[in-house]
């Protein structure tokens, strides 16, 4: 009509998320013609261009979200974990249901007068591209390289001086009380459980920057072997047992667990490692720590666990962060452990300590936003920040959890009267 006044695109935007959503949305949208609508006095929407929009019709879903996130054609002004909770709280109250045809057909017409229809955009290149048939070892090593080669730089500039990089155990709500603190207190708890003793033989399966190398070598006297798939880690634990003078009790390799052929050690720790071994080959993995441990010796698995129905890491999560995740209930793991014959003598779960980390790295990122841009990009400085402020919004929901479970492989008298194990005994 001749004369009309255009609607302003903020509008016609919360209208459709509306029609979409089933409810308005929860925060304030701004658009790329500068308008505005929506509740005010907390976080905006900021759909940049078309091309947000673009992607959310290719990809209805969190993947959509996070390309338009990652790519800087959707944003968030204001705090981005507060922004998430709102949505999921609409999760949360079933208020979403799934548009009916008419209404999908409504919003096919709305968008493209918009001029949103068109080709599908490219993915941001932070997105990993594996290749070839899943938790084959050549593809766990480009998986591993995909989140953990990113740079030492980075993730020292991220992480606590140790390196650490699984849920801290955070004993105290002094302000002075920092993650550098609680990472040291999940090392000590860690090795108490393990009950080590100077002179004993332990395994790091997955040992990162070598956070627990390094600390069951220097404070407890242990004799440590390290392996990663990770050949960055593998220089920079190399160099820290070099600089700290412990070439007598710790080695660090470039190794896949499957690939282990030592005597049995007395004890094991693997932390945050069995998420990334699979759903198909996590009963070998079981059985691998199980033939690593001698007789009486011990296993500490720190491992992240969630619902039966969904275990994986989500479409964001293995797309940018952890390509061909997995986890489960905690008590899969457990069972999964004991059938490959180790006995569980502990499980402690560590969900709240992770609210806390999540929230500990992501405040680093933004008092180092400017240096992490300009050592790794601004795209790969999104996904952090969408990683941690959704982990630290999925652990404090309890949609996912993280447990220490603490493992024997027990002994029997066998006939010789020799220890023998309890799969030996009834071979």
Known sequence: MIGAVPVPVADTLAELATRALGAPPPIRLRAW?????????????????????????????????????????????????????????????????????????????????????????AAPPEEARLTGRRHTRSRDRAAIAHHYDLSNDFYERVLDPRMAYSCGYWTSTDPGYSVEDAQRDKLDLVCAKLGLRPGMRMLDVGCGWGSLTIHAAQHYGVNVTGITLSEQQRRFVQDRIDREGLGDLAEVRLQDYRELADPPFDAIGTLEMGEHVGAENYPVYASILFRMLRPEGRLLLQQMSRGAVEQGGGSFIESYIAPDMNMRPVGQTVDLLERAGLEVRDVEALREHYVHTCRAWASTIESRWAELVSLAGERTARVWRLYL???????????????????????????????????????
């Open 33 to 121: 013609d500068g308008s505005e609508s929506g509740p005010a006095g907390g976080p905006v929407g900021i759909v940049r261009s078309r091309r947000a929009l673009r992607r959310l019709l290719w990809d209805p879903n969190e993947l959509g979200l996070a390309r338009a996130y990652v790519s800087g054609d959707l944003d968030v002004e204001g705090d981005l974990a507060e922004a998430l909770g709102r949505f999921w709280e609409l999760t949360r109250a079933a208020r979403i249901s799934r548009p009916s045809p008419v209404v999908l057909l409504s919003m096919a017409g709305t968008a493209l007068r918009l001029g949103v229809v068109g080709p599908r955009p």
């Open 389 to 427: 402020a959704g982990s630290a919004l999925a652990f404090e929901e309890n949609r996912i959890g993280v447990h220490q479970v603490l493992a024997v492989r027990p002994t029997v008298e066998g006939r010789s009267g020799m220890p023998r194990t309890r799969v030996e005994a009834w071979a």
